[in-house]
């Protein structure tokens, strides 16, 4: 008799953003075609048992910078081993670059080496010559680009006649902006008034940075978006301040997402004292009062999305502060850090977990319900999760070249210990066994985003 499925998983509790319930999950040609209890393991030619722990849909990570100490490859090989199974990195084009060579060149080399299926943004740090080739780049399947208002002095920033410009053209062609949205003029004259000459300390880095500066960037970004009719998408929310305009926004039913990342939610300005250059971050770990709003903002729907930001970067501990780059490694701990700050202290629910971490992510990005959900013909992407399992986060049990973690020596209750893409095998106890080019390329398509769960 011909087996029904290839892949049976049983026992389990599966965990999507609408509910958790007891069922068994089975797969067949690279596809879920049920999940319901009771599934017989005689119809399948293998059963993998997942008695008391959770099976949760592929974490999305849409904030992956591969250009660092980790190149493509190796961010999807460190992705792997914390429960991820889709990534969307971000192909910059610097200054005098083509975007449309970059963003070509990134889908070559991570279609041949990617482990993991992925996505691409654009990144423009040359908006004046770059912005014209966004229609050119939308034809390679990247319909989302990111702009920058800060990095003033370096010549990257995006002034508001391209912004403007650009999601004018965003708009008209069914795009999403994305903008890092930090008042780059004001932030150049603090860091010059406080991160320069012999008094100069990392203790002064987030007075160079504060939080109306972030506010009023988004603010700006919204009102041009609105302008345009574009959809604009502002990555790292970091404050209590930032969180204002987006909820304004919204309340005008303007199409305008929010995302934070653990570090924010995790960790206070006081690991700037801790580790000195390591956390130095753009835009900056803030105070505990702006990690709490952000986890209020996350539960009650203001902040729809939980990304990585991973940017590993070699940095000199002892050299000067100022120019040490932005960035830390973060990949490999979204899903445990995530659930350890949200589900186990009781700020968000296993549902909202998901639905931050997988859900919301593909339906913005126009990827659901082939990602980013566990349901009969969605891709067979999931990880076995156990709750149970506690585990030390530690620089020497971490796969990111950069050698280092802002979460050194901190225990968590949970963690992945297997996971599964389009029902082959990724990680398997604690290993991954992806081999690179195994990944393929998703097309993004946020015109078809549909109603974002709160």
């Known amino acids: 008799m011909e087996k029904k499925f290839d892949l049976l998983i049983t026992g389990g509790q599966v965990v999507t953003g609408e509910s958790i319930r007891l069922a068994d999950i089975g797969i067949q040609e690279g596809k879920i075609t049920a999940v319901e209890p009771g599934l017989s393991e005689k119809e399948s030619k293998q059963t993998i048992k997942a008695n008391g722990k959770y099976i949760l849909p592929g974490i999305i990570d849409v904030h992956v910078h591969p250009v660092y100490l980790d190149d493509v490859e190796h961010s999807s090989r460190v992705a792997a081993y ?226 990585s930001d991973h940017a590993p970067k070699s940095k000199d501990i002892y050299g000067d502060f100022l120019t040490q780059g932005f960035g830390s490694p973060q990949i490999e701990t979204l899903l445990p850090m995530t659930y350890e700050g949200g589900v186990n202290k009781g700020r968000i629910s296993l549902v909202r977990l998901v639905q931050v971490l997988c859900e919301n992510p593909a339906r913005i990005f126009g990827l659901y319900p082939t990602k980013g959900t566990l349901l009969p013909g969605s891709d067979a992407d999931l990880v076995i999760f156990n709750s149970n399992r506690e585990f030390t986060i530690r620089s020497e049990n971490q796969h990111s070249k950069v050698g280092y973690t802002l979460y050194e020596g901190q225990t968590v209750l949970g963690w992945p210990e297997r996971s599964f893409q389009r029902g082959q095998p990724v990680l398997m106890d604690g290993e991954v066994v992806s081999t690179p080019g195994s990944g393929k390329f998703l097309k993004t398509n946020p015109a078809k985003m549909e109603l974002v769960v709160a």
């Open 82 to 307: 914390g429960g991820t199974t889709t990534l969307l990195h971000f192909a910059y084009a610097k200054k005098g670059e083509s975007l449309v060579e970059k963003v070509s060149e990134m889908l070559e080399d991570a279609s041949r080496r990617s482990l993991l299926d992925f996505g691409l943004h654009g990144g423009l740090f040359d908006a004046p010559i770059q912005v014209p080739e966004i229609p050119a780049v939308m034809e390679l399947g990247v319909k989302t680009f990111k702009f920058f208002l800060t990095y003033l002095k370096q010549g990257w920033y995006t002034d508001d006649y391209q912004l403007i410009k650009a999601m004018d053209i965003l708009a008209e062609r069914e795009g999403m902006a994305m903008v890092h949205a930090e008042n780059g003029g004001g932030i150049d004259f603090l860091e010059d008034k406080y991160l320069k000459g012999p008094f100069a300390s990392a203790r002064y880095f987030n007075i160079s940075r504060p939080a109306a500066l972030e506010e009023e960037a988004i603010f700006r970004s919204i009102c041009l978006a609105e302008i345009t009719h574009c959809p604009l998408y502002i990555p790292h929310v970091t404050s209590a301040r930032a969180l204002r305009p987006i909820r304004n926004a919204q309340a005008e039913d303007l199409p305008v997402f929010g995302e934070t990342c653990p570090q924010y939610l995790n960790l206070t300005q006081d690991i700037i004292d801790q580790r000195g250059a390591l956390a130095k971050i753009g835009p900056p770990i803030r105070t505990a009062e702006d990690q709490k709003a952000l986890w209020t903002a996350l539960k009650d729907g203001t902040l729809q999305v939980v990304a």
